[in-house]
């Protein structure tokens, strides 16, 4: 089921799920707080601001904790993957069309590093162990993906990928992709900034409100109030 703004069948979903939630489900990742290793540090110096496209579940949530880390500029909702012909919401959210619902961070590396956006990705933004799903999400919309802007990136994303596997932080296999970005499409305006807008909506409080929570929990002197 995608996310739908004022859906009705989400919000009883999620109502449904409130409980469950509090053992699993909720997409956060089930790594250990604050023992994931540290961010591989890229080897190419980059002057100016960077961009980051990441997808993991519905990009409400993304987009939410990305927008409270210090050194963020803007962080849109969007979709990469697919297609400009169908990069819109009613057709990528039959999740045929190639797309992931994926979000794009303009940073300062002067002030946060992409490997530093990497590790509260797989920290707190989702769970990177989740095929094709997130939370109560299916469908190949919702993969766990990082769509690299250049050559270094994507070194940075593989290498990451291979230090979480190799410590052990997941009780899982991480499912994670990476490829090349091709484009990124800004999703419809009800999408942006949905769950500053609407924070009492029950998706976002059982499923997203949790992240941004962790993300200041875990990371005091990256997060800051949006």
């Known amino acids: ?30 790594a250990t707080a604050g023992q994931l290793p540290d ?18 579940g519905c990009f ?5 904790v990305f927008e409270h880390i210090k050194g963020v500029k803007h962080v849109s909702s969007g979709y990469a993957g697919g297609s400009a012909a169908t990069a819109n ?25 992409y490997g530093q956006l990497l590790k509260v990705f797989f920290s707190v933004a989702h769970d990177p162990t989740q095929l094709n799903r997130q939370g109560p999400d299916r469908g190949p919309q919702y993969r766990s993906e990082i ?27 991480i499912v994670t992709e990476v490829t090349p970005l091709q484009k990124f499409y800004v999703a419809e305006d009800y999408h942006q900034d949905y769950a500053r807008l609407h924070p009492n909506e029950p998706y976002i409080v059982y499923h997203d409100a949790p ?5 200041a929990r875990q990371f005091p002197a990256l997060y800051r109030v949006q």
């Open 147 to 173: 769509f690299a802007s250049d050559v270094e990136q994507a070194r940075v994303a593989k290498a990451y990928i291979a230090r979480l596997a190799a410590s052990k932080a997941f009780s899982k296999p």
């Open 89 to 113: 919401y009613s057709l990528v959210g039959s999740g045929a069309t190639r797309h992931a619902e994926a979000v794009k961070v303009v940073y300062d590396p002067s002030q946060v590093s």
């Open 60 to 64: 409400w949530g993304i987009e939410a």
């Open 211 to 215: 992240k941004v929570k962790a993300l």
């Open 39 to 56: 961010p591989v540090v890229s080897t190419t110096a980059v002057a100016g601001d960077q961009v980051a496209v990441l997808a993991g």
């Open 1 to 30: 089921m995608p996310c739908t703004p004022g859906s009705v069948i989400r919000s009883v979903l999620s109502l449904a799920l409130g409980a469950a939630l509090l053992g699993c489900g909720s997409g956060l990742a089930d």
